[in-house]
């Protein structure tokens, strides 16, 4: 009962949490836009100060539609959720949410709101709740470990899921996790789960008797812990699976894992906006690399060299040079140093590059003139790296599957090691990325390639 009541407590909280949020939000970019000193400088309100009234009465009609469409999107669903997951889920609520006030502002006659207020209003909106909901999680966690200990998960199975589940946990720091290959006997596992005080019980279905799955979950469910399940189907083609129905029966839909359709529009379009504004605001600093590039060694700023792209495509992809100008003519005699095992070479301490080379290398600055490929639809901001077509020609066919999308400037890889993983590994992340592709995964991958990028591991 007090698990019941510490989640409502926090339900009830985050809700009020939410509304104080927008409404601070709303109220800041309401003074910002009117009443500010610098930003009326730049966008004076040419039709003067509107009554507050009206734009009170707006808020109070849009804050109930916001809280359901919170609801919706699921941000009071996942308690335990990262910082990283908590700001992506905040970011696109919010972005939805201003679609619907940009509406709600057309169909209201008689008055004009004023989008600057609206697009304000989204800018601080989700600063003030990730800020408030992080907070709140925090306390929540901190209370919730001292009546009830920490977030017990039991995973019981075995297999290739079981090994990724095993991986990830260490990066959950509110769970603790204990394993078993196999479901024990009713009493044994209802002594095991009230000694450890387990909350949550996971049934890796590969190689677990559906009998004994379903004799277990009534022991989970007398006990009232959470119980699931990851079918067996997933250990085969993980992220591929639709849940659909044939004949009034539940069924797995497998789907192709190439994007296409809506989820392509939608992806490109988010490539073409962001990289539009990364060449806004990072002219000066690329003229800046040009220069450093021509005074330090002999030949063109810009490299460019033939890769496999999406389907197999080739296409010229643009760096900044990093190696002197003939450095293709001695990777023959350099392959067997590689660091890496496969079919790549990467290797430290590489004697072709240059001195503002490997500064450009150390912090992944000579891939910025791939936003040019982006433009031209070659790559993507996120995705599978390009390989080079040498490398690329040794795939297997588990590997092949990494060209059935576009290639990007950062990846799921880049942000989990960079050049410090396996081949193996490598691969494994990229096919993991473009199984379970969303918009906000590739936000929450770009959040984290600064971080990435400043830590340097793997970076040569």
């Not at 009465?57 to 699921?74: A, I, Q, S």
């Not at 004009?112 to 800020?131: K, N, P, T």
């Not at 997933?234 to 639709?242: A, D, H, N, V």
Request: hydrophobic letters at 45%.
């Amino acid at each position: 009962m007090r698990r019941i009541q510490l989640k409502t407590f926090f339900l009830v909280s985050l809700i009020i949490l939410d509304i104080c949020g927008l409404i601070l939000a709303f109220q800041s970019a309401f003074w910002t836009r009117f009443f500010s000193a610098v930003f009326i400088r730049w966008f004076p309100p040419i039709k003067g100060i509107p009554n507050p009234a009206l734009y009170q009465h707006f808020l109070l009609t849009l804050l109930p539609v916001y809280v359901l469409v919170f609801f919706y999107l699921g941000l009071y669903r996942d308690m335990l959720s990262s910082a990283y997951d908590e700001f992506v889920q905040v970011t696109k609520a919010v972005l939805l949410c201003s679609l619907v006030a940009t509406a709600m502002t057309f169909s209201i006659r008689g008055v004009e709101y004023s989008r600057l207020v609206i697009g304000l209003w989204a800018l601080y909106s989700v600063a003030f709740l990730y800020l408030l909901r992080e907070f709140d999680k925090f306390l929540f966690r901190k209370i919730k470990s001292r009546a009830e200990g920490p977030h017990h998960v039991l995973v019981i199975g075995k297999g290739k899921v079981l090994d990724a589940i095993r991986e990830m946990m260490p990066k959950q720091p509110f769970v603790e996790t204990s394993f078993i290959e196999s479901i024990p006997d009713a009493g044994v596992l209802e002594h095991h789960l009230r000694k450890h005080k387990t909350s949550e019980v996971v049934f890796v279905q590969s190689g677990l008797p559906s009998l004994a799955i379903l004799e277990a979950s009534r022991v989970c469910e007398n006990m009232q812990v959470e119980c699931k399940v990851v079918p067996d189907i997933l250990e085969m083609r993980r992220g591929e699976i639709i849940v659909d129905g044939f004949c009034g029966l539940p069924t797995f839909q497998i789907k192709s894992v190439s994007l296409h359709g809506s989820n392509y529009l939608v992806k490109r379009g988010f490539d073409i906006i962001v990289s539009l504004g990364v060449v806004s605001v990072l002219f000066l600093p690329l003229l800046l690399i040009s220069v450093l590039i021509s005074l330090d060694s002999p030949g063109p700023v810009l490299f460019s060299q033939d890769r496999m792209g999406l389907l197999g495509r080739k296409f010229k992809l643009y760096k900044f040079r990093t190696m002197v100008v003939d450095a293709d003519t001695h990777i023959d005699k350099l392959k067997h140093l590689s660091d890496r095992s496969g079919p790549v070479f990467k290797m430290k301490d590489d004697p072709r590059v240059t001195r503002v080379g490997n500064w450009l290398r150390r912090f992944s600055l000579d891939e910025i003139p791939q936003i040019m490929n982006v433009l031209k639809g070659d790559m993507s901001l996120v995705g599978p790296r390009p390989q080079v077509l040498w490398e690329a020609a040794h795939y297997d066919d588990h590997a092949k599957k990494r060209l059935r999308i576009m290639p990007g400037i950062t990846g799921l890889w880049q942000v989990s090691g960079r050049a410090a993983l396996s081949y193996e590994e490598m691969i494994n992340l990229d096919i993991f990325y473009l199984e379970n592709w969303s918009l906000g995964l590739d936000l929450k991958i770009i959040l984290r390639t600064l971080p990435a990028i400043f830590n340097r591991e793997g970076a040569y």
